[in-house]
Structure formats: C-alpha cells, structure tokens
C-alpha cells in the first residue's frame, strides 16, 4: 500500500488528488493549517488529516514522521492575492516551507518529493503565444519568485543528496472550488459555478481574451502520474504542462451548450483584461509528454460537462 503525504491537501488541488489516489489505493495523509471534518469522511478511513504549518519546522518534521510517506507531493502554498500582500508570511511558508519539506524528506528518508509549481515562476519577460520548459524565469511578484526558489532548492537536493525532487509548472487552474478571491483568473471557474447554480455571471474580461486553462481533473492526475512514473526516462525536474486555451466568448459559448439557460455577460474591466492578457497562454509541454507520458484528458467542452456534473452533484 502506498502512503501518500499532499501538504496543502486541505486546497483546491490537494482535495481532488487525495480522493484520486485513495481511490487508486493509497492511504493519504493531509498537512495543511485548515482541516475538514466533512471531507475526510469521503475518504473512507483512508484520508487522514495532520494538522500543521509549513512555516514551523518541528510540525513539518512531526507530520512526515507520524505518515511515513513513500511520497511527498508537495502543494502547500499562500496564493495571490495574499502572497503579495504579505510577501514576509509568503516567503515564509513558500519557501522556508518548501525547505522544511526538502529537509524533512532527507532526514526521514522520504526518497521523493513531487512539487507543484506554476506558470507564475516566468515572470513577465517570457512569450505570451508559448513558453520553452527552459525559459529564463524573472517573475517579479514574491509568489513567482517563491515557486522559482522551490525549484532550485529541489534541483539542489537531487544533486547533492539524491532526492528524487520532481515538479510540474501549472498554467491557472480551472474547476469547482476554485475560489473566487483566488486572483483575477478565476473568473473561468466562476462564471461555470454560477451558471451552473443558475445564476448570472459578469466577466470582467473583454470577450475576445483567451488564458490557457489546465481542467482541475487533469492537474490532479498529473501530479499522481508524475510521483509514479519511472524515473529512468526523465530528462528534467521541472515540467511545464498545458491544457487548453480558450478566449471568455468561447468559454460562455461552452457554458451555454452544458447549461442552455446560462446568462453570461461582459462587463470588461481594463486592468483585469490587461492581467490576463499579459498571462503566456501556452506552456509547451512536449517534455512531459515525451518522458512520462502526460496528456491533459479534458478539453473545453469535457471540463465544462464535468464541472457542470460536479457542481449538481455537489
Ligand atoms: N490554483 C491554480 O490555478 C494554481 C496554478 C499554478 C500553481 N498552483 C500551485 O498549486 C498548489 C496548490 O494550489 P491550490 O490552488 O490548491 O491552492 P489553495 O490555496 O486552494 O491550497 C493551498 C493550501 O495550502 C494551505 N496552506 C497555506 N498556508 C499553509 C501553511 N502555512 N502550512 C500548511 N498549509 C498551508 C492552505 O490552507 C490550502 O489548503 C500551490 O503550490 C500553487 O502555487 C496553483
């Protein structure tokens, strides 16, 4: 039985993947500062909660202790907007936090660490049409800069002790839970809910701005295919991944055909339209998908159905 430890496992992420690896037979432990009663019963005596900060090195040190993972995927995190509005607490969770991992996984003998990390870590000098996996990263905000110093930091443990550090680089990820305060991104994930929940939504987009998308499904299984995939064929550490790109007319078009009586409108903002657009829309992923085998299963329309099935059934 493989025993899986997801830090952050409580987040939008960290909950779709602990029920997918419990139901690929894994019991999962939970690091997180928040834990949910509710969920854990979804998990069926599988999921346990170990509740903690990445930000004190003696929890993270206990929690790797008591689970004894064969694994760490590693998904803890302060997010914009709250990264950049306190970068001190971000630096300290993001990447002290992703030290006490490193350290914790050398000293308890963890023999890998899975990474998520993010399109973010580009910054804006990198293309907007399609980002190399080896582009410069000069992000300019603190949770860019925190996602760059995970990476190094888990390079440098491969190196020098071994580790079997592997990361994937997300483009904005798009699905139920996603929050709405959760950056000027999550209008695509919010404008679904609403519409799903049959409310009206405004974008605050022009409707011709298109941001790649990875579905929330796909992110999820890429994290558990990466921490199982043979070691031998891998060329790099970090991966990038894509999903789709879709423009916000496209999406409400989508939207309609799942929910037909949506009623979806645009309200552009132009600094929010600016953001977004100032986003690279396509991470080229050509890496994972020729050494471990990665392909997102979803494209606009499966996430749509999906989500639209997910928010019913919710
Ligand atoms: N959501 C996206 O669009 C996206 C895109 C690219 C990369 N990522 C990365 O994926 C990972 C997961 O993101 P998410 O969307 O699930 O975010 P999320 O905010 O939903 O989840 C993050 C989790 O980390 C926990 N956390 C925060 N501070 C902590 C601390 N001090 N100690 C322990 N846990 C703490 C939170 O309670 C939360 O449960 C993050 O590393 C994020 O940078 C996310």
Not at 157 to 186: C, E, K, M, N
Not at 190 to 197: D, Q, S
Not at 212 to 221: E, F, H, K, S, W
């Amino acid at each position: 039985m493989t025993r899986s430890l997801i830090t952050g496992g409580f987040g939008f992420i960290g909950r779709y993947l602990a029920l997918m690896l419990v139901d690929a037979g894994h019991e999962v432990t939970l690091f997180d500062i928040a834990t949910d009663e509710a969920f854990l019963k979804r998990g069926n005596g599988r999921i346990t909660s170990a509740k903690g900060s990445l930000a004190n090195w003696a929890e993270v040190m206990d929690a790797v202790a008591v689970a004894r993972p064969d694994h760490i995927i590693h998904s803890g995190a302060i997010l914009p907007p709250a990264s950049e509005a306190s970068p001190q607490a971000a630096f300290e969770v993001n990447v002290n936090g992703s030290y006490y991992v490193l350290e914790a996984a050398r000293l308890l003998g963890v023999t890998r660490v899975v990474y998520a990390s993010s399109v973010a870590s580009y910054g804006p000098d990198a293309p907007r049409d399609i980002v190399p996996n080896d582009f410069a990263q000069h992000p300019t905000g603190m949770y860019g800069v925190s996602k760059v110093c995970t990476e190094r930091l888990g390079e440098y443990y491969h190196r020098r002790y071994g580790l079997d550090f592997r990361a994937v680089r997300f483009p904005p990820i798009f699905g139920l839970g996603r929050a709405a305060s959760s950056g000027w991104t999550a209008f695509t994930s919010v404008a679904v809910e609403e519409a799903a929940l049959g409310r009206p939504y405004a974008m605050h987009v022009a409707p011709e701005t298109a941001t790649g998308v990875l579905y929330i499904r796909d992110a999820a299984q890429s994290l558990a295919d990466l921490a199982k995939a043979d070691g031998a064929p891998l060329t790099q550490r970090c991966y990038s991944l894509h999903g789709f790109v879709v423009t916000a007319r496209e999406l409400a078009e989508a939207i309609v055909r799942h929910v037909p009586d949506a009623r979806i409108t645009f309200e552009p903002d132009e600094q929010i339209t600016e953001f977004v657009n100032s986003i690279p829309q396509k991470l080229d992923d050509s890496l994972a998908r020729k050494d471990w085998g990665w392909r997102p299963r979803h494209d606009l329309d499966e996430a749509v159905a999906d989500f639209v099935k997910t928010v019913r059934g919710a």
